[in-house]
Each structure stands twice: as C-alpha cells, then as structure tokens.
C-alpha cells in the first residue's frame, strides 16, 4: 500500500492546523512594520483559514498573477513567471479567488512530488526507506511553505520530476521540466550541472546532454515574456 496520501493528509492538515493557531495567537502581537509586506487587498480572501497561507512573498505572485509584470516595479522581476501564470489562470477560473487558486496549486504540486520522490526513493531504499523518506520531506520545518502561495512546492515537483527522469535515461522531458523548474525560481538554474552529470555517464552521452541543454531555450521564453509585457 503506497503510504504518501496518508502522510501528505496528516501533515499537511497538522500544518495547516498549526498556522491557524499561530495566526489566532501571536497576530495581535505582530510585528508594527508588518503591514510594509502585506496587502491586505491583494491576500485577504475567502478569511484567515486560507489567507495565512498568503503572507510576504505571496503579494508579488499575487500582484504578477492578477496584473502580469507590466503594471509593477521591477523588483517583481525577482518572481519567475510559472508559479504565478498558472495562479493567474486557475484564479480567473475561480471568479477572482487568486489565494484560493494559489493554495490548490500548492497542494496539488506538493502531492504529485510526494508521489514522485516516494517512488524515487523506492528503488534506492525499498519501501520502508522510502516511506520514512516521504515522512521526513513532509515533517522539514521549511515544507510550511509547501502550501503556501510560494512557488516552492511547484519547484519542488519539478525538480523530482526532473531527476526522476533524468535517471531513467530520458533527457528531453528531463531538459524540458529543467527549463520549466528556471522559470519557476531562479535556483532553477542549479539543476543543469547535477543533470549534466546523468547526461554525461549516459550511453549516448552527446545526445543527451543536447537533450539536456533544450532548458536554456525555454528559459529565453521568460526575457521575451516581460519585453512584450512591458512593453
């Protein structure tokens, strides 16, 4: 029996639990500067239950998903486009609920990487290594961010997806879940020389490295992206 959805249900529900009570408790004594990072506008939703999920960071998705780049300053360049171009479709289609559809695709991410990483770890442990492999990923302290609107959890999925692949012998989705994983966060950029690495040991090793490299064309996407954007 695959153990992940009964980890992923209990940690994430303990978590969620756990920020609730925190948000309940310490909000009153919050720091006075606090309000220089949030926009309650931008991340007050359907109330706390699903806003403590929207906090610092999220306003610049938020902003991005709902806006694109063109209408803000140029630190939202920092915020790569994937995380909140798929928040910015999902959110229209949940009539402007842009922090729900931010915690949906959290969630849905962290899952299928769950998913992923348990069957990664599976043929290096076996089951039992493989399922306390799940159980320490879901109890990590910084996994908090798993269901939040960050674009942690879809980075996360894709970089499984990636070496999951990549180990497998198959370097074009793995290059193209690479250029993917890029435009998601800029340490995206660190998984070309660790992938290289299967690229090189493969039977074909030129082939695959030119597999490989496909992530850099896709990443162009995101210069090209704003040039249009901002005109």
């Known amino acids: 029996r695959n153990p992940v959805l009964e980890i992923f249900a209990w940690s994430r529900a303990a978590i969620w639990a756990a920020?609730?009570?925190?948000?309940?408790?310490?909000?009153?004594?919050?720091?006075?500067?606090?309000?220089?990072?949030?926009?309650?506008?931008?991340?007050?939703d359907l109330g706390f239950v699903t806003d403590v999920w929207a906090r610092w960071d999220s306003v610049w998705f938020l902003r991005i998903a709902e806006h694109g780049y063109g209408a803000l300053?140029?630190?939202?360049?920092?915020?790569?486009?994937?995380?909140?171009?798929?928040?910015?479709?999902?959110?229209r289609g949940l009539l402007g609920h842009y922090v729900?559809?931010?915690?949906?695709?959290?969630?849905?991410?962290?899952?299928v990487a769950?998913?992923?990483?348990?069957?990664?770890?599976?043929?290096k442990l076996g089951a039992e290594g493989a399922r306390r492999a799940?159980?320490?990923?879901a109890?990590?302290?910084?996994?908090?961010?798993?269901?939040?609107v960050y674009s942690e959890a879809l980075f996360l999925l894709l970089t499984v997806a990636a070496f999951l692949l990549?180990?497998?012998?198959?370097?074009?989705?793995?290059?193209?879940?690479?250029?993917?994983?890029?435009l998601t966060r800029p340490v995206g950029v660190a998984l070309l020389p660790a992938l290289a690495v299967f690229a090189?040991?493969?039977?074909?090793?030129?082939?695959?490295?030119a597999a490989l490299a496909t992530s850099l064309p896709l990443f162009a996407l995101y210069p090209l992206y704003l040039w249009l954007d901002r005109g």
Not at 134 to 137: D, M, R
């Open 19 to 44: 920020a609730v009570f925190a948000l309940l408790v310490f909000e009153p004594n919050r720091h006075p500067e606090a309000d220089r990072w949030d926009d309650p506008a931008v991340t007050h």
């Open 166 to 182: 990549a180990e497998r012998g198959r370097f074009l989705p793995a290059g193209l879940l690479t250029g993917l994983a890029m």
């Open 100 to 111: 729900v559809a931010g915690i949906v695709i959290s969630l849905a991410a962290s899952l």
């Open 139 to 148: 109890l990590f302290p910084m996994t908090l961010f798993l269901q939040a």
């Open 73 to 91: 300053e140029d630190n939202a360049l920092a915020f790569f486009p994937l995380y909140p171009a798929a928040v910015g479709v999902l959110g």
């Open 200 to 209: 090189w040991r493969a039977g074909d090793r030129a082939r695959a490295l």
């Open 114 to 123: 769950f998913l992923l990483f348990h069957q990664l770890a599976d043929t």
């Open 134 to 137: 799940v159980v320490y990923l």
